[in-house]
């Protein structure tokens, strides 16, 4: 198999070289983005047709002030105004917009803030994705931690005091199968009260079992909604098919996940686009499954390894800003998490205006965290970053400042009984 020949190399072979080529310069050479795999599981739903109608039609330059004042003034944020909230036209009215998102905020969420780490487990790959450090067409040290080592990287990250982990791998099935994921699962529920998984998207069963797991809450990046881009940026692997990957959400509701996460990798395509098709599809699965807990993230491109080639549209931390401001607005009761990609700086202010969670203690390296967390080199084999995080501090460092900003940090809400 092409993919695993590639994962597993140390080097591109000249046949792998020029299937590198092929790919990137004849469109005619991939598979369809739209059409399904074996094994891909096809579900019925409307919520994809909706979403995507709104974002065609969606022209940011048609708002006006007048309509940004009047989107302010609403007590309920309708589609209509949140759409004017993400326009050009609403840049000046930040500081009335930071104002609302704030009440909103307090009003839902009090004045706490939840923390969370994410723990890589594996950064095999075999999707061709121009823009990621893990691709496999990059080489970089692959490492696949085995179960003795997740439970010594999780003791280590819950002796910190953190009480929520996010496991993370490449996406690879043949090297980091439902059961490696499921597994790590069952030893993440001993040490923490709280579970998130973001992996490939897998099919309704598979995310059943991994509940069944330990699993709580699924997050999953669309990347861009944008289609026709979304066929130009991923061009080979499971993850090319694009409507697999948006119905990814709703097969994790439907396998008893409580929760589901949503992001479009900002800067891609339109972010103002993109920043739309992604609350829509919050807005429109939580009023199908009203009992779910819905979230948010709001990454940006941030610099990788090997590429040289991503030239991504400007989004400005004015315009993030923006973004996460019109979020909370029109989606008062949804978690937004931003992460490690930003500045500290940046989220020491959001979080007082809209975000609700922020990563803390991040490496996006596999084996990591004792040498992270202690500072002292183990000799212990670590395998390459997925990309550059801005935002280094530690548990202990993001919990002080949190609380000095008169905010209460909060590392677990959850209980089961």
Known sequence: MENQFLVDSEYLSPKALARKHQLENDPSSRKSHMEY??????????????????????EPENYTAKDVKAALEHDTCSI???KALLSPAAAPFLEQMAQKARYETSKHFGNTVYMFTPLYIANYCENYCVYCGFNCYNHIKRMKLSMEQIEKE??????SGMEEILILTGESRSQSDVTYIGEACKLARKYFRMVGLEIYPVNTDEYCYLHECGADYVTVFQETYDADKYETLHLLGHKRV???RFDAQERALRGGMRGVAFSALLGLSDYRKDALATALHVYYLQRKYPYAEMSLSCPRLRPIVNNDKINPLDVGEKQLCQIICAYRIFLPFAGITVSSRESASFRNGIVKIAATKVSAGVSTGIGDHESKYTGKETGDEEGDEQFEICDDRSFDKMYKDIAEEGLQPVLNDYLYV
């Open 154 to 159: 999780m003791k280590i990250i819950a002796d």
């Open 37 to 58: 795999l074996p094994g891909m599981e096809q579900i019925e739903s409307d919520i994809r047709e909706k979403v995507i109608s709104q974002m065609q039609e969606y």
């Open 80 to 82: 209509e105004d949140f």
């Open 242 to 244: 694009w409507p697999y």
